[in-house]
């Protein structure tokens, strides 16, 4: 028996060491030890044809570095244990586990019973494919539009049977415009696929026949069969129903069916399942297993970078006031500005009012005032274009800001009196709102960095540089 079980405990170490020795540890971050296929599989994934910016190994060892220590992060900080984080993160997982859970034969006996229904539908009867002269009756009329409209009908009938064409007097006439462009002609029908007088009367007809004058709920219809047909084999038709069964998404139908009752079967529930399988996947494939870690990591990536960063900076008011005020000179204008609004008003009285109205109120503030104070009711008194315009971005400020003598303005209707009110900025911005979106991105750069840093220092890190070059690259 020791002896049975020191071979066990050789064997076990002599399979370690040669998993060891095939996909070594890269790097270990935060007691972590990361296998080289995982940084292989981020890397090419990240590198690959398409890619604008690609990194070398050595340049991507940083980027992939940072990105495990922010994990590393929001782990720390309890994000993966968000139940709105675990139900996202099982969305994307799940979804590529669905397709281990159907084969092609369920596939194909869905199509199969879509087949099937679609023929018991249609019946007998088989499909038709009439065309159609259409006169409209409204629902309203009255008793003398109604014979003005049947007499049409009528006219167009008598047309036909005296010797007329049909497709031309439908192309002339017809009132189903989208019908009409092609001689009245329809798509192929079944059952129920049109209103009962429409339908009833076209399945009387035999190819070539022509009925009376049909009165439906829409209006009057003169009907001529062209073509009629059983539905076709299965075969002939099973590229279209795939088709369907794909856009309609049926095939993870299939796979949450089969998932519920193998979950059943086995007395566990769905979710513990699907855990089951992405456990089994995963050890037998590491592209699977990767994936699934990437939208773990990746997710979790995400929050913790809003929460540090993105979020941070937006809400930051007083920070990014200081960061435009030490940083003034880098948004510097190479030409002036105009900060303020180009109007135009119904009543020339309103174009000094305007002015009034803004005159003492903060610049954020313009679009709700005059929105409160002109524009509050059916009768939309003004038309204000507000924001901080160069040259050329509006013809009205071009013209009587900037003094562009070839600058037209359109006229707009009901608007007749036109006028620009606001102040002009030589050197550059006022304060960082008049250019938010490239402070806060700024400043975003800069807590990111602090972040890095902070992490860095934080926790621990350590690269093999001779496993590095032993990196398969694609």
């Not at 049409?152 to 036909?160: E, G, I, N, T």
């Amino acid at each position: 028996m020791k002896k049975s079980w020191s071979v066990l405990v050789a064997l076990l170490f002599a399979c370690t060491a040669q998993a060891q020795s095939n996909d070594p540890v890269i790097m270990t971050i935060n007691g972590v030890d990361v296998p080289r296929s995982e940084f292989e599989y981020s890397f090419n994934k990240n590198n690959s044809e398409g890619v604008i910016d690609k990194k070398s190994v050595d340049e991507y060892v940083d980027l992939f570095i940072n990105y495990k220590l922010k994990v590393a992060a929001a782990i720390d900080a309890h994000l993966d244990t968000m139940t709105s984080y675990k139900k996202e993160f099982v969305g994307y997982r799940d979804q590529q586990l669905y397709s281990s859970f159907y084969t092609d034969a369920d596939v194909e006996k869905e199509a199969m019973k879509v087949y099937e229904s679609t023929k018991t539908s249609i019946g007998p009867n088989g499909l038709i494919r009439p065309a159609h002269i259409f006169v409209h009756l409204p629902q309203n009329a009255t008793p003398e539009e109604q014979a003005k409209k049947k007499a049409l009908a009528d006219s167009l009938y008598d047309a036909v049977k005296a010797g007329a064409d049909f497709a031309e007097l439908a192309k002339k006439h017809s009132e189903d415009i989208g019908t009409s462009p092609n001689g009245g002609l329809l798509p192929w029908v079944g059952p129920n696929q049109t209103v009962k007088e429409f339908e009833e009367a076209a399945y009387k007809l035999n190819v070539g026949e022509m009925s009376e004058v049909v009165l439906s709920s829409y209006g009057y219809h003169i009907i001529l069969m062209k073509e009629r047909k059983q539905l076709e084999p299965y075969e002939e038709l099973r590229d279209d129903i795939m088709k369907f069964i794909e856009q309609r998404n049926i095939r993870e139908s299939i796979a949450k069916q089969n998932i519920d009752s193998l979950a059943k079967e086995r007395n566990i529930s769905p979710e513990q399942l699907m855990d089951e399988r992405a456990e089994e996947l995963s050890a037998k494939d590491l592209d699977t297993k990767y994936l699934i870690q990437e939208y773990h990591d990746g997710l979790l990536l995400y929050e913790i970078s809003n929460k540090k960063v993105w979020d941070a900076a937006a809400k930051d008011t007083v920070g990014l006031k200081n960061y435009f005020e030490h940083n003034k000179k880098k948004y510097a204008w190479d030409e002036p500005r105009f900060k303020g609004i180009a109007y135009h008003t119904r009543d020339k009285a309103d174009i000094k009012a305007v002015k009034k109205c803004i005159k003492n109120v903060p610049f954020d503030q313009w679009a709700p005032v005059l929105k409160n104070t002109f524009n509050n009711d059916s009768v939309l008194r003004i038309r204000a274009e507000k924001g901080i315009f160069k040259k050329g971005d509006n013809a009205l400020v071009d013209k009587i800001i900037f003094k562009q003598k070839d600058a037209e303005p359109k006229p707009v209707k009901d608007y007749p009196y036109d006028d620009a009110f606001g102040k002009v900025l030589k050197k550059g911005p006022e304060d960082y709102m008049d250019v938010q979106g490239l402070v806060v991105a700024d400043y975003q750069e800069v807590l990111e960095k602090e972040w890095i840093k902070d992490l860095r220092s934080k926790y621990t890190f350590s690269v093999n540089k001779d496993v590095l070059k032993t990196v398969n690259v694609r």
